[in-house]
Structures are given as structure tokens and as C-alpha cells.
């Protein structure tokens, strides 16, 4: 399968911008995604990109995708303590799906 | 309105048996997707269904592992003999349609342990 990855912990203070970053092997790629997943909870779509955009902007949510690096970065502006969760990249290949290990990002008050 | 459900919420079975794990997609999706989830890995796709139809079989592990979808509603994914490998949470979500903006709704996953 393709192989999609993410840093799997980060720390920000209530109030700091947050940047989850995530890169990609496959070029193909149609759409990306970003997920959120609360404890106990499903998960969530939080926003997509097509792959010929190069940023999305959706309140407090800005996705940047460097298709030449195969890199893609979902930034939350104002963290709260609601924001913390794990946070999955997801990448749309033919029909498959691959999605990325999460993020757990915490949130400090 | 109910979202998607799942069930047994928990499964522990014996090395060698088969399982049956359901999802009731949220009424009126026609597409239906399953995942699995193992302990330290991201979500893995399995299959996805277009009504009754699974136009994609490739993402399923293994002979072992099958799933339908009856009356484009309920779906079953099956694990014969089942192995400790198998042990993650497999989840299941619906969308209205299968368009890859529609937003998917996840159910809460059913957490299988072989033992």
C-alpha cells in the first residue's frame, strides 16, 4: 500500500497556532483529507483538498499541500483545549484510501 | 437522526474461529466503507460498498476476510479462522453517495481481540 505519515505526538498552548504535518508517496493522489477523531468518539471529517490546490482556508482551519514535496500540513489558528484529539491524514488513490498513523495533539491551558 | 452503528462494540474469540462484525449504515447512504485500525498503525481501507455492490475487493488482507451488503443497507464483514494479527478495531462508515467530497460518517468501530 502507499505509505502516508505523521509525527505522532504535539504539544501547543491554548491560544498558539497548531501545525499537524503529513507527507505522501503516491502522486496520484486525488483529494486529501484530514480527519479528527475525539476520545471515545468517531472519527470526523474535517476538511478535504483537491490535489491541484495548493491551500484551503475554512475558519479556523488552513490546509497547505506542496505537491512537489508530496506534503501536506493542516494548521489551526487559536487552539483550544477542544481541539485536542488525534488528527488523521487521509489520501484518495483510485478507489483506496491510506490514511496516516494520526497525530495526538494536546492542548495546554 | 441515529448515525452509524456497529456491534458487538467488543469481540474476544479463540485463535481459529470465525467472527461476524455488523455495521447499520445512517438511512438512505448508499455507500459504505470498512476500516481497520491495529494498535500503533493508521486506519487501513478494506472495501468500500456502492449499494450492494463492491466494486474494489483488493483492499481486503486476506482470503480469509469477506464482506456483504444486503438490501443496501446492513453490511457483515466476515473473518474466517481468525488469526492474533487480526486483533484491531474495524471500523464502518456510510455516505449519501460514494463521491470522494461526501463527507463519511464513522460508527464508533467494534474492537476484536483473538486470543
Known amino acids: 500500500g502507499e505509505d502516508v505519515e505523521q509525527s505522532l505526538f504535539l504539544s501547543v498552548r491554548e491560544g498558539d497556532s497548531s501545525v499537524i504535518n503529513c507527507t505522501y508517496t503516491?502522486?496520484?493522489?486525488?483529494?486529501l483529507y484530514w480527519y479528527k477523531q475525539e476520545p471515545g468518539a468517531g472519527l470526523q471529517l474535517l476538511t478535504y483538498?483537491?490535489?491541484?490546490?495548493d491551500m484551503k482556508q475554512d475558519q479556523r482551519l488552513t490546509v497547505l499541500l506542496n505537491k512537489k514535496d508530496k506534503h501536506l500540513s493542516l494548521r489551526i489558528a487559536d487552539t483550544q483545549t477542544g481541539d485536542s484529539a488525534i488528527y488523521f491524514c487521509?489520501?484518495?488513490?483510485?478507489?483506496?484510501?491510506?490514511f496516516g498513523t494520526g497525530t495526538s495533539l494536546t492542548v495546554i491551558p | 437522526g441515529a448515525g452509524v452503528s456497529q456491534s458487538p462494540s467488543n469481540k474476544v474469540t479463540e485463535k481459529g474461529k470465525d467472527v461476524e462484525l455488523r455495521c447499520d449504515p445512517i438511512?438512505?447512504?448508499?455507500?459504505l466503507y470498512w476500516y481497520r485500525q491495529s494498535l500503533g498503525q493508521g486506519l487501513e481501507f478494506l472495501i468500500y460498498?456502492?449499494?450492494?455492490?463492491?466494486?474494489?475487493k483488493s483492499g481486503l488482507p486476506s482470503d480469509r476476510f469477506s464482506a456483504e451488503r444486503t438490501g443496501g443497507s446492513v453490511s457483515t464483514l466476515t473473518i474466517q479462522r481468525t488469526q492474533q494479527e487480526d486483533s484491531a478495531v474495524y471500523l464502518c462508515?456510510?455516505?449519501?453517495?460514494?463521491?470522494?467530497?461526501?463527507?463519511?460518517?464513522f460508527g464508533p468501530g467494534t474492537r476484536l481481540t483473538v486470543l
Open positions: 462508515a456510510s455516505s449519501p453517495t460514494s463521491g470522494v467530497t461526501d463527507t463519511q460518517y
Open positions: 503516491d502522486s496520484s493522489s486525488t483529494y
Open positions: 483538498i483537491f490535489s491541484n490546490m
Open positions: 487521509a489520501e484518495l488513490t483510485g478507489n483506496q484510501f491510506y
Open positions: 438511512s438512505g447512504h448508499t455507500a
Open positions: 460498498f456502492q449499494g450492494n455492490s463492491a466494486p474494489d
